[in-house]
C-alpha cells in the first residue's frame, strides 16, 4: 500500500481563499479591517522565519499586520507593558507571542497577560478551559489545522480510535481535547502517549489514526502502524545533510518512506501541517474580530 498523500499546503490556500472573502465580508458590513499583532522576541531564526510567514499571508487575505521587534534582552516588565498597549489598541484584533521566549520571562505570566478576547493563539487558561467544556472560543493553531486536514481529506474522525503521541500545551492537549469533543469532525476516541508511555509502539498499532507530535526525528517507525492506518506528522526537526547546501534538511516525527508504504494516508513534511498552522491562525483573527464588531456571539 501506498498513501495517499494529505497536501496541507493546497488546503491551506483554500483556507485563505476563504478567510479573504470573510474578512472582505466583514469590512463591507461593519467597517472593520482585522488586525493581528505579532510580537518576536530575540533573533531565534525558526520564530522570525514563522512570524515573517504569518505576516505575509494575512497581507494577502486582507488582514492588517504589524510586528513588534524586541531584543533578546527585553526585561519581563517590558514585554507586559507593550502587551497591555496591544491589549487596549483597537487596530489588534488578535494578539501573537511568539514562543519560545528568553529565559528572563515566564511563558506562563504573558500567556495570562494576553486579553483572552485577542488570544488566537488559544493558549490563556479561559480559552483552554473552553475548549476543555466543549465550547472553543479560540483553539491553538496547529491542532486547529491537523482536525482540518483530517476532515478535508475524508478522514473525520467520528468513531476512531486516535493515538496523539506529545502531550504539550500547544499540540498534544489541546488536540486531545477538540478530537473528543461531541461536535463535527471530532467524536473520536482519544488516547495520548508521551514519554512516560513503556511501549509507545503497542498503543499507536491499535490507531485508526495516528498524530505524531513530540518533536522527534523520524520516532514514529514503520512498525509502529498498523496498516491502512492514516498519519498526521506535526513534527518539523532539523537533521544534517551534507547534500544541502544548507548542510540540513528538514524532516518530521515519523519516518516518512517506510511509513508510507503501510499507512493509506499521510502529512508531508514539509508542506503538510506547516501551512495548515499559518491559515488556522488567519481563521482566528477573523473570528476575533467578527466578534468584536458584533457580528458573531460564540
Given at each position: 500500500?501506498t498513501?495517499?498523500?494529505?497536501d496541507?499546503?493546497?488546503?491551506?490556500?483554500?483556507?485563505?481563499?476563504?478567510?479573504?472573502?470573510?474578512?472582505?465580508?466583514?469590512?463591507?458590513?461593519t467597517?472593520?479591517?482585522?488586525g493581528l499583532?505579532?510580537?518576536l522576541?530575540?533573533?531565534?531564526?525558526?520564530?522570525?522565519?514563522?512570524?515573517?510567514?504569518?505576516?505575509?499571508?494575512?497581507e494577502?487575505a486582507?488582514?492588517?499586520?504589524?510586528?513588534?521587534?524586541?531584543?533578546?534582552?527585553?526585561a519581563?516588565?517590558?514585554l507586559?507593558?507593550?502587551?497591555?498597549?496591544l491589549?487596549?489598541?483597537?487596530?489588534?484584533?488578535?494578539?501573537?507571542?511568539q514562543?519560545?521566549?528568553?529565559?528572563?520571562?515566564?511563558?506562563?505570566?504573558v500567556?495570562?497577560?494576553?486579553?483572552?478576547?485577542?488570544?488566537?493563539?488559544?493558549?490563556?487558561?479561559?480559552?483552554?478551559?473552553?475548549?476543555?467544556q466543549?465550547?472553543?472560543?479560540?483553539?491553538?493553531?496547529?491542532?486547529?489545522?491537523?482536525?482540518?486536514?483530517?476532515?478535508?481529506?475524508?478522514?473525520?474522525?467520528?468513531?476512531?480510535?486516535?493515538?496523539?503521541?506529545?502531550r504539550s500545551?500547544?499540540?498534544?492537549?489541546?488536540?486531545?481535547a477538540?478530537?473528543?469533543?461531541?461536535?463535527?469532525?471530532?467524536?473520536?476516541?482519544?488516547?495520548?502517549c508521551?514519554?512516560?508511555?513503556p511501549?509507545?509502539?503497542?498503543?499507536?498499532?491499535c490507531?485508526?489514526?495516528?498524530?505524531a507530535?513530540?518533536?522527534?526525528?523520524?520516532?514514529?517507525?514503520?512498525?509502529?502502524?498498523r496498516?491502512?492506518?492514516?498519519?498526521?506528522?506535526?513534527?518539523?526537526n532539523?537533521v544534517?545533510?551534507?547534500?544541502?547546501?544548507?548542510?540540513?534538511?528538514?524532516?518530521?516525527?515519523?519516518d516518512?518512506?517506510?511509513?508510507s508504504?503501510?499507512?493509506?494516508?499521510?502529512?508531508?513534511?514539509?508542506?503538510?501541517?506547516?501551512?495548515m498552522?499559518?491559515a488556522m491562525l488567519?481563521?482566528?483573527?477573523?473570528r476575533?474580530?467578527?466578534r468584536?464588531?458584533?457580528?458573531?456571539?460564540?
Amino acid at each position: 500500500m501506498t498513501a495517499k498523500i494529505i497536501d496541507g499546503k493546497q488546503m491551506a490556500e483554500d483556507i485563505r481563499g476563504e478567510v479573504a472573502l470573510g474578512v472582505k465580508a466583514l469590512t463591507a458590513a461593519t467597517g472593520v479591517t482585522p488586525g493581528l499583532a505579532a510580537v518576536l522576541v530575540g533573533e531565534d531564526p525558526a520564530s522570525a522565519i514563522y512570524v515573517r510567514n504569518k505576516r505575509r499571508a494575512c497581507e494577502e487575505a486582507g488582514i492588517f499586520s504589524e510586528t513588534f521587534d524586541l531584543p533578546e534582552t527585553t526585561a519581563q516588565d517590558e514585554l507586559l507593558a507593550l502587551i497591555a498597549e496591544l491589549n487596549a489598541d483597537a487596530r489588534f484584533h488578535g494578539i501573537l507571542v511568539q514562543l519560545p521566549l528568553p529565559p528572563q520571562i515566564s511563558e506562563r505570566t504573558v500567556i495570562l497577560a494576553v486579553d483572552p478576547e485577542r488570544d488566537v493563539d488559544g493558549l490563556h487558561p479561559l480559552n483552554a478551559g473552553l475548549l476543555l467544556q466543549g465550547q472553543p472560543r479560540f483553539v491553538p493553531a496547529t491542532p486547529a489545522g491537523v482536525q482540518e486536514m483530517l476532515v478535508r481529506s475524508g478522514n473525520d474522525p467520528a468513531g476512531k480510535s486516535v493515538v496523539v503521541v506529545g502531550r504539550s500545551n500547544i499540540v498534544g492537549k489541546p488536540l486531545a481535547a477538540l478530537l473528543m469533543q461531541k461536535a463535527e469532525g471530532a467524536n473520536a476516541t482519544v488516547t495520548v502517549c508521551h514519554t512516560g508511555t513503556p511501549d509507545i509502539g503497542a498503543v499507536t498499532r491499535c490507531a485508526d489514526i495516528v498524530v505524531a507530535a513530540m518533536g522527534r526525528p523520524r520516532a514514529i517507525t514503520a512498525d509502529m502502524v498498523r496498516e491502512g492506518a492514516v498519519v498526521i506528522d506535526v513534527g518539523i526537526n532539523r537533521v544534517e545533510d551534507a547534500s544541502r547546501k544548507a548542510g540540513y534538511r528538514l524532516v518530521g516525527d515519523v519516518d516518512f518512506e517506510p511509513v508510507s508504504e503501510k499507512a493509506s494516508a499521510i502529512s508531508p513534511v514539509p508542506g503538510g501541517v506547516g501551512p495548515m498552522t499559518i491559515a488556522m491562525l488567519l481563521k482566528s483573527t477573523l473570528r476575533a474580530a467578527e466578534r468584536a464588531a458584533g457580528s458573531r456571539e460564540a
